[in-house]
């Protein structure tokens, strides 16, 4: 069955990436959290998706000095309770970073986090750096992410070959063809930002292994309807 995992939590009332917008997919009761994490300058590993935050880099500020809302990997895992986290490890310039951090240093501090958070048998890396994404294989699942316009036929080659679990590609680049594709050679595939009931059917209707989605109480109503009654 596909699962839907809602992307940095559920954010209608909460603020996306937040502690409060991680229980809420807890209470709603969806399979997974998407969720991105940044390292600070003193090494602390915090969930936010953009490189600057309240005026500050990341990558060049301690913890201390972002914001209380901004939470640590750790604080954000336990409040996902049991649920799936994809931990989309963000690095690099081409994300709008302006340091560029090692990525096996990176990944190393990651997985030693989500170690000792007791969390490694229900996490799943993923990153659009495919040399992140490279570092972090062994011990859980990693996949590659891909954008608009990315060859998903392309990204299956390299991901067989760097040994990744899956791709994590954009509905624009996907279809039905790419899923069969990726399935073949034993890969997942979890498509991110399907809102749209059309959309979430066709995913549906493709055989995903999720949905990653700003609208998850939607997923999960479409995914609840026989396949018939999907319009």
């Known amino acids: ?110 997985r030693a986090v989500v170690a000792r958070a007791g969390a490694r048998g229900r996490v799943r890396y993923s990153s659009f750096a495919w040399e992140t994404a490279a570092a972090l294989v062994g011990g859980a699942p990693v996949d590659g992410l891909l954008d608009e316009g990315d060859d998903v036929s392309a990204a299956l080659e390299r991901a067989a070959a760097l040994g990744l679990a899956g791709l994590n590609p954009p509905l624009a680049a996907l279809d039905a063809r790419g899923v069969a594709q990726a399935h073949a050679r034993g890969l997942a595939v979890h498509c991110w930002r399907v809102d749209e009931a059309g959309d979430l059917d066709r995913c549906l209707a493709w055989g995903v292994d999720a949905i990653i989605t700003d609208a998850p109480a939607r997923a999960l109503a479409r995914r609840a309807l026989p396949g018939g009654s999907r319009v």
Do not use: Y
Not at 52 to 69: E, H, K
Not at 83 to 88: F, G, P, R, S
């Open 1 to 110: 069955m596909t699962q839907v995992w809602a992307h940095r939590g559920v954010h209608d009332q909460a603020g996306e990436n937040t502690l409060a917008a991680f229980a809420a997919a807890v209470a709603l009761g969806v399979d997974g959290v998407e969720l991105d994490v940044r390292r600070c300058a003193d090494g602390a590993l915090v969930v936010c998706h953009d490189p600057v935050v309240g005026g500050r880099v990341i990558a060049t500020s301690a913890r201390a000095d972002l914001p209380a809302a901004v939470p640590t990997l750790a604080a954000a895992l336990a409040a996902c309770g049991t649920l799936l986290v994809n931990v989309e490890v963000k690095n690099g310039p081409g994300e709008g970073e302006p340091v560029t951090v090692e990525a096996a240093d990176l990944a190393a501090a990651v």
